[in-house]
């Protein structure tokens, strides 16, 4: 028999992983009891504008102020032109490149509300890596901002499945003919919803791809709605009136929950920025006065020199995502804004955040407990619960998890029901998690495990250190040794006393066998476009400059 499904085209679930190959997945709160039937944007949009919301501020942006009716609208019209002129059939998947703008947001409700699964991607993207995702997600259509529209042309060549690129502009108005913007000037405002199946696919959102290919991960419908339901509802706790901003891209899922999904889930508003380097988004939070903000730890870092310049006193909750936000980061933002960073860690295959803690529940320098909705357990090489205080894999599962678009990799990350992200971390007593590196970043010195961000939290508690990496170098006599890359502050510079200076710094901070052997002064760090450090890229220098790999 086959299972319920409102997709016409069949390829997402066809490529489901088999289930034997799927984490448990929970649903142990009233609140994640969903019905069969549910079309995630009725429930974020139509539903909200339906209870008199519609006149609410929703999305904001540079050049645009946008009402939950206008959103309403605007998603309509687009899932008009999807399907009325470009015959989208329900389970077909469009590509969607745009930086944070309106019509990125309209796009994914637009796809998402008629059926249609969303493949966003990240607008630093170039021809070569797009062919990869139109080739892996079979894309049908690519709807494209029309900045962008050259890599998605020049991907588009000789593939075959994809039948229409489509360019937009921001706002949707100043594209002319025969951009989306001049096909949705004519349509009606109004389009039902898809009555779509619960665990109908609607997203496929690509990992960044530290290493290897990138991962199609497939979401449902629901799992929008559970990680409203989890994370935001039990930690975040955001109110109508608060006001978001950020800076990762909508195309990352950590951008889509933090500055699209969890605004919308509560009627609240956010302000869109197409580049947010630390420096704009404190002149936004400055100028908007937002309440909300989620970023990554360098950015926390670099907003705190900003404190000076710049007025952050409208924040009221600071999300931080995507590495490991050490202590030092932590305690100087508290200190200069009174305000305590809420660390979570979340992954595209989970869809957001499953560890974290906020206000009195934070245990500083530890990334939380399992979000209500979520368990999650250290275990070993066998999947056994390793206890308290062992460091070891983490393993997590709740009401989302991960299924990968055909990849063998899905048992790699799934095991015996268990979703294992790669993280070494360690549970303490009370059953908080204390992150210690990505399970390939351990530093094996003779043979003493060191964790690379540990160090680096050492390295960053000195004033001179601006920001710093610290991976193994390889090493004749004992293996590995930890090397630090290190960017220094202003007013500083290298020297082999600073280098020296540093060393017996780490020696004071933490056990003296973790000590960085070799400092490297540098200009700047790797990394990728969602603002990970790239610690395998510097291991490769190593490896190239040494003729030894590890
Ligand atoms: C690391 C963290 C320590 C960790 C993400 C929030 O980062 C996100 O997804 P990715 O797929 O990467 C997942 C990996 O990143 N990580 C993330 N957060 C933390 N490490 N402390 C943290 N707070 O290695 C994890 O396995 O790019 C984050 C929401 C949605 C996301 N997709």
Not at 41 to 47: T, W
Not at 228 to 255: E, I
Not at 367 to 378: D, E, L, S
Not at 447 to 471: D, F, K, R, T
Request: with cysteine; net charge negative; charged share 25%.
């Amino acid at each position: 028999m086959t299972e319920p499904t409102a997709h016409r085209d069949t390829f997402a679930r066809d490529n489901l992983p088999p289930k034997d190959l799927w984490p448990v997945m929970t649903f142990d709160l009233p609140e994640l009891q969903y019905p069969e039937r549910l079309n995630a944007v009725n429930e974020f949009l139509d539903k909200r504008v339906a209870a008199g919301d519609g006149d609410r501020p929703c999305i904001l942006s540079p050049d645009a102020r946008w009402t939950y009716s206008d959103l309403l609208a605007r998603t309509n019209r687009m899932a008009r032109v999807l399907t009325e002129d470009l015959a989208m059939q329900p389970g077909e998947r469009v590509m969607l490149r745009a930086a944070n703008t309106p019509m990125m947001v309209a796009a994914f409700m637009a796809v998402i509300k008629a059926g249609g699964v969303a493949v966003p991607t990240m607008p630093l993207l170039r021809a070569r890596e797009l062919g990869y995702i139109l080739d892996a997600a079979r894309v049908n259509i690519a709807l494209t901002d029309e900045r962008l529209a050259d890599a998605m042309d020049a991907a588009a060549v000789g593939r075959s499945d994809l039948r229409r690129v489509v360019r937009f502009s921001a706002t949707g108005e100043t594209g002319g003919d025969g951009s989306l913007d001049g096909m949705m000037a004519g349509k009606p405002t109004d389009f039902a919803p898809l009555d779509t199946v619960a665990d109908d696919v609607c997203l496929i959102a690509f990992t960044s791809g530290t290493t290897g290919q990138p991962k199609g991960t497939m979401h449902f419908h629901r799992d929008l709605l559970a990680i409203c339901d989890t994370f935001a509802r039990h930690v975040l706790k955001p109110t109508a009136d608060d006001v978001f901003c950020g800076s990762p891209p909508l195309a990352f899922t950590f951008g889509l929950g933090g500055l699209v999904l969890f605004p919308m889930s509560v009627g609240a508003s956010t302000y869109l920025l197409e580049a947010a380097p630390p420096k704009s988004l404190a002149a936004l939070i400055d100028a908007e006065k937002t309440t909300v903000c989620f970023t990554a730890p360098t950015a926390w870092r670099a907003l705190i020199d900003m404190t000076g310049e710049f007025d952050l006193s409208s924040l009221r909750r600071c999300v931080s995502a995507g590495e490991a936000l050490p202590l030092p980061t932590w305690e100087r933002f508290l200190e200069v804004t009174g305000i305590r960073i809420i660390d979570g860690i979340g992954a595209t295959e989970m869809l957001h955040i499953f560890i974290s803690a906020a206000d009195d529940d934070i245990r500083p320098g530890a990334t939380g407990k399992p979000v209500p909705g979520f368990t999650a357990r250290v275990v070993d090489e066998n999947n056994v619960e390793v206890p308290p205080g062992t460091v070891g894999r983490l393993a997590v599962r709740g009401p989302t998890g991960c299924r990968y678009l055909a990849d063998d990799r899905q048992s790699r990350y799934v095991q015996d029901g268990w979703n294992v992200t790669g993280d070494a971390y360690l549970m303490d007593e009370d059953g908080y998690f204390w992150y210690q590196a990505r399970t390939d970043d351990m530093i094996i010195c003779s043979g003493y495990n060191i964790a690379g961000p540990e160090v680096e939290e050492a390295l960053l508690a000195h004033p001179s250190v601006s920001e710093c990496a610290v991976v193994g170098a390889p090493d004749a006599n004992r293996g590995a040794v930890p090397k630090a890359f290190v960017i220094l502050r202003e007013g500083y510079s290298p020297s082999d006393v600073l280098a020296k200076t540093l060393q017996d710094f780490v020696k004071d901070e933490i056990a003296p066998y973790k000590y960085p052997r070799i400092i490297d002064f540098v200009a700047d760090l790797p990394r990728t476009e969602t603002g990970k450090l790239q610690r395998f890229r510097l291991r490769q220098l190593e490896a190239e400059a040494t003729g030894k790999a590890l």
